[in-house]
C-alpha cells in the first residue's frame, strides 16, 4: 500500500530527532514494546497523548485472562474466545494469544505487576462473561489496569535512571541512552520514504517538555499503540485521549482496517442520566463474575433463560439483553444487585467500583447500581498479521487501535491486555529480527509540503459534539439500514461543509489539538458507519434490527476498508482464511 497523500493540516516541523523505533501510546502494548526493543539495544522513543500513565490500560478493571490455573488449558481459553467472536476470530491468532500468554504474564509479573493472590501465596483467579473457568488475574481488587501501568511506567523509568546514571559516570558506562518519552504529544501523520517504506512521524508537543510545537521523529520502524476510538460515541468508557488517531493516521497512510463495526459497548456502566457525556464509570464484570444479578426495577432477573451463562455470557449477549428489557419496560436503565455482597466484599474485592458509585450518590452494599451499555472496545482497527504488521512497510499496530483477528466479532472479557502483551513482545522481537537480518537504516522522509492553504479541511472544535450524537443515534448497541444512513448523511454533511468553507474562503479551522481530534473522529466515523452499513446481519457486538440473524452463508467474512486519495472509502470484503494480511502480503514485502 502507498500513502493517500492525505495529511492533517499543521505546521512545517521545527525540530526532529532520530530513533530506530517509535512507539506511539504508552499503555501495556507500547510500553512492553518500548522495553523489549530498548533491552535489545534499539534506540527507542515512546509519544504518549497524555502522560505515561494516562491511557486506556489504567481504567481496566476486570483483569487479565491467561490459562494459569490448576486444571485450565490454552485450549480452553481457546474454545471460549472463538465462541465470543462469534466466527470471525483469526483461529492461529487466537492459539498464539492462549498459548503464549501465561508465560507473558509471568514476564509481567517479573517486571514488577503484583496480581492479588490467595492466602496460600497462589494467583487469585477470577472467573467473567464468556469463561468457564477462574482464570482472570487481578490486582487490588478492581485496579488490574492501574497496576500493570504502575509497574510497566516504574520499569521505564528505571531504565531511564539508569542511562542517566551511565551518562554521569555512576553506571558502568556501557549502555547507551536507549529509551526516550515525549509526554502531552499527539501524533499526526506517518512520514514514509520514496518508496512508501516508513520513517518516522510528525507530531504536536502541546507545550510541556524538551520539545514543543510541531516535530518530527525519524525513524524505520513505527509501533501504534495508540488505544481505542471510544470517544467517538457521546457516552463511552475509555478516557478523552481515545480520538481513533491511531486508526486515522494508518488510514492517511494508506493501511487497510478491518472490522470496525465491531465495537463492543460494555453492559454495565453506571448510568448518570440520558444526558451524560464523555467517560462514564465502568461497572466491571468481574462483579457479575462474583455473583451480582442484572435485575429490572421489579427485581427480575432478566437474564436468566436467555443464555446458559445468564449474566456471565459474553458481552455483546448481556448488552441486548439489558436494552430489550430497557425497551420492553419504556426503561433508562436496568440494575446491578450486589448487595447480598456485603460491606466487606466490597470494600475489599472492589474498592474502585465502591468509591466511584458512592462519589455520583449510589451505595451499592444498599442498594442496586443502575446501569447502562456504553461505548467500551473496539474489536477492530488497523489490520495486521501475527507480528503486529500492517500493510505498510514498516509500520505495526498492537493493542485496541489493531485488528489481529483474535476478537473477532465480540471480545471476550480481559482478553484485551493478555493481546497487548503478546503482541507487544511479538512486535518486539519482528523489529529486532529486522535488524539483525538487514539493518534499521534510516530512511529520509520524502519531501512534505506544507502550503499556507491546506489541501484537506479540519473540522472545528464542536464537531466532535455533533459526530458523538450522530454516532450514538445512529451507530450504538441497535442500528438498521434507516439508523445507519441517517448516521451517515450528518457525518457526510460535516465532511462536504468543511469542504465548501475551504473551497470558498481559502481557509479551515486553525490546526490544533481539538481540531485535529475532530477531524480524525471523523475519518474513524465515516469508516464505522460504512462497514456497519455493509454487514446486514447480526453478529457479535454489530447488532442490526432490520437483519436480526446471524448469516454465516453470506457474511463470516471481514469488511476491510482503505481510504482513497479523494477521501472517498474503498471497501471490501475477505474470507476468515484470508484475513491475516501478510499471509499474503509477506512475501511482497520481503520482496520490497
Not at 494469544?97 to 503484583?114: F, Q, S
Request: charged share 25%.
Amino acid at each position: 500500500m502507498t500513502s493517500t497523500g492525505i495529511r492533517l493540516h499543521a505546521p512545517a516541523p521545527g525540530w526532529n530527532i532520530d530513533a530506530d523505533v517509535v512507539v506511539v501510546g504508552s499503555g501495556v502494548a507500547g510500553l512492553t514494546a518500548a522495553l523489549r526493543c530498548e533491552a535489545a539495544g534499539l534506540r527507542t522513543v515512546v509519544v504518549t497523548k497524555a502522560r505515561l500513565d494516562d491511557g486506556s490500560t489504567r481504567w481496566a478493571q476486570g483483569g487479565i485472562a491467561a490459562a494459569l490455573g490448576e486444571g485450565d488449558t490454552p485450549e480452553q481459553h481457546l474454545d471460549d474466545t472463538l465462541v465470543a467472536g462469534v466466527g470471525l476470530c483469526d483461529e492461529e491468532a487466537v492459539r498464539i494469544l492462549v498459548t503464549e500468554g501465561p508465560d507473558a504474564v509471568r514476564r509481567l509479573i517479573a517486571t514488577g505487576a503484583h496480581f492479588d493472590e490467595s492466602e496460600a501465596g497462589d494467583l487469585e483467579l477470577t472467573r467473567e462473561g464468556g469463561h468457564h473457568r477462574r482464570r482472570i488475574a487481578h490486582a487490588g481488587g478492581d485496579a488490574t489496569g492501574a497496576e500493570i501501568s504502575r509497574a510497566l511506567v516504574e520499569a521505564v523509568h528505571a531504565v531511564r535512571r539508569g542511562e542517566r546514571d551511565a551518562l554521569s559516570g555512576k553506571g558502568d558506562g556501557g549502555r547507551r541512552a536507549g529509551l526516550r518519552t515525549i509526554e502531552n504529544a499527539l501524533v499526526l501523520d506517518l512520514l514514509t520514504d520514496e518508496d512508501g517504506r516508513t520513517a518516522g512521524v510528525t507530531l504536536h508537543v502541546m507545550g510541556e517538555g524538551q520539545h514543543d510545537g510541531v516535530g518530527a521523529v525519524h525513524a524505520p520502524a513505527v509501533l501504534l499503540a495508540t488505544g481505542g476510538m471510544g470517544q467517538v460515541f457521546s457516552a463511552t468508557t475509555n478516557p478523552s485521549v481515545s480520538t481513533g488517531d491511531g486508526v486515522a493516521l494508518a488510514l492517511r497512510a494508506g493501511a487497510e482496517v478491518s472490522d470496525l463495526e465491531f465495537v463492543q459497548f460494555h453492559p454495565t456502566v453506571l448510568f448518570l442520566g440520558p444526558d451524560a457525556e464523555g467517560q462514564q464509570p465502568l461497572v466491571s464484570e468481574a462483579v457479575r463474575g462474583e455473583g451480582a444479578h442484572l435485575v429490572d426495577a421489579d427485581g427480575v432477573r432478566f437474564m436468566v433463560g436467555q443464555h446458559e451463562l445468564a449474566e456471565l455470557a459474553p458481552r455483546d449477549i448481556v448488552a441486548k439483553g439489558i436494552v430489550r428489557r430497557m425497551t420492553e419496560r419504556d426503561a433508562e436503565h436496568m440494575f446491578l444487585d450486589a448487595r447480598h455482597f456485603g460491606a466487606d466484599m466490597w470494600e475489599h474485592r472492589f474498592p474502585t467500583i465502591l468509591a466511584a458509585c458512592r462519589a455520583h450518590g449510589i451505595d451499592p452494599v444498599h442498594e442496586p447500581i443502575p446501569v447502562a451499555p456504553a461505548a467500551h472496545h473496539a474489536s477492530g482497527g488497523v489490520r495486521t498479521d501475527d507480528h503486529g504488521r500492517t500493510t505498510v512497510p514498516g509500520l505495526y499496530a498492537c493493542g485496541e487501535v489493531a485488528c489481529t483477528g483474535v476478537h473477532g466479532a465480540n471480545r471476550l472479557a480481559s482478553n484485551s491486555l493478555l493481546e497487548g502483551l503478546v503482541y507487544a513482545e511479538r512486535i518486539a522481537v519482528d523489529i529486532v529480527a529486522s535488524r539483525a537480518e538487514n539493518g534499521l537504516h534510516a530512511r529520509v522522509p520524502a519531501p512534505v509540503e506544507h502550503p499556507a492553504k491546506p489541501a484537506h479541511p479540519l473540522l472545528a472544535p464542536e464537531a466532535r459534539f455533533a459526530i458523538q450524537r450522530a454516532m450514538t443515534q445512529g451507530a450504538g448497541v441497535l442500528r438498521s439500514a434507516e439508523s445507519l444512513a441517517t448516521a451517515a448523511g450528518a457525518l457526510e454533511r460535516l465532511h462536504s461543509d468543511a469542504r465548501e468553507v475551504l473551497a470558498e474562503n481559502g481557509k479551515t479551522a486553525e490546526p490544533g489539538v481539538d481540531t485535529w481530534e475532530a477531524t480524525n473522529l471523523l475519518c474513524v466515523a465515516r469508516v464505522l458507519v460504512a462497514a456497519a452499513r455493509r454487514r446486514e446481519e447480526t453478529r457479535g457486538c454489530h447488532w442490526r434490527e432490520d437483519h436480526a440473524e446471524r448469516d454465516d452463508t453470506a457474511w463470516r467474512r471481514h469488511i476491510v476498508v482503505r481510504l482513497n486519495p479523494d477521501r472517498t472509502l474503498a471497501v471490501h470484503t475477505t474470507d476468515t482464511a484470508d484475513f491475516p494480511p501478510t499471509r499474503q502480503h509477506r512475501q511482497r514485502l520481503q520482496e520490497q
